[in-house]
């Protein structure tokens, strides 16, 4: 799900299909991960959170898998909706000693197909 | 995110001049964070608060500063605009650790 240059990542899916967004990240230190999704002209929103010491966690027709070893995030999206079409991108934490140390993805765009 | 409100919400400005933008939150959270939004970037962390009066800087602070006089508002100063800080700028909150912030729908600045 990372983009290159100023272009994100795309993925067109049909109402109803099931989406996977995929995610690198860069710091084996991390212990803290959040998908996040941003609608056009609207603040981030958060979708799923999974700390490091579990490797799958799963909410309403979201379902977030972490794999440590090669420091990948996926969130599946079950049942595509119109309404689930917007930017997509995940979140890192690294510890910091007065708060948290974000790191944002770029993101990769969802298109739902009606 | 009802509970975060930032202003303005759109500004146009001239390279020069002082710009201040304003995140008020009603969620009582201890921390809270400044982020620039820029195409080919990923949300980058500009300053934070972890408390009245207490802030610290992010991975891009230069030519930014920022204060926090009670626990609602937290302010983002650019002492003297450039085109290079024209970008969408986002306030969140937050409590420490393994806990998600959560955004405001972001101040959209131009500098001419």
């Known amino acids: 799900g990372e983009s290159v240059g100023l272009h994100l990542p795309t993925l067109s899916v049909q109402e109803g299909d099931n989406s996977i967004i995929n995610c690198a990240y860069s710091?084996?230190?991390?212990?803290?991960f959040i998908w996040y999704k941003q609608e056009s002209g609207k603040g981030p929103q958060f979708i799923i959170d999974?700390?490091?010491?579990?490797d799958k966690r799963q909410g309403q027709r979201v379902t977030v898998l972490l794999n440590k070893t090669v420091k990948h995030l996926s969130l599946q999206i079950a049942a595509t909706q119109p309404g689930d079409s917007a930017v997509y991108f995940c979140?890192?934490?690294?510890?910091?000693?007065?708060?948290?140390?974000?790191?944002f993805g770029t993101g990769t765009s969802l298109t739902v197909i009606p | 995110d009802a509970g975060i409100t930032q202003s303005p919400r759109h500004k146009v400005t001239e390279t020069g001049t002082p710009v201040t933008l304003r995140c008020h939150q009603t969620?009582?959270?201890?921390?809270m964070y400044w982020y620039r939004q820029d195409p080919g970037h990923g949300l980058r962390l500009i300053h934070y608060?972890?408390?009245?009066?207490?802030?610290d800087k992010g991975e891009v602070s230069d030519g930014y500063s920022v204060s926090r006089s009670k626990t609602e508002d937290f302010l983002l100063t650019l002492e003297s605009a450039t085109s290079s800080q024209t970008s969408v700028y986002f306030c969140?909150?937050?409590?420490?650790?393994?806990?998600?912030?959560?955004f405001g729908d972001g101040t959209r600045l131009s500098i001419l």
């Open positions: 999974i700390r490091s010491n579990m």
């Open positions: 969620e009582n959270h201890r921390y």
């Open positions: 608060s972890y408390g009245v009066k207490d802030t």
């Open positions: 710091n084996s230190a991390s212990d803290y």
């Open positions: 979140a890192e934490n690294m510890p910091r000693g007065t708060g948290n140390q974000f790191y």
């Open positions: 969140a909150t937050g409590g420490r650790g393994n806990q998600p912030q959560h």
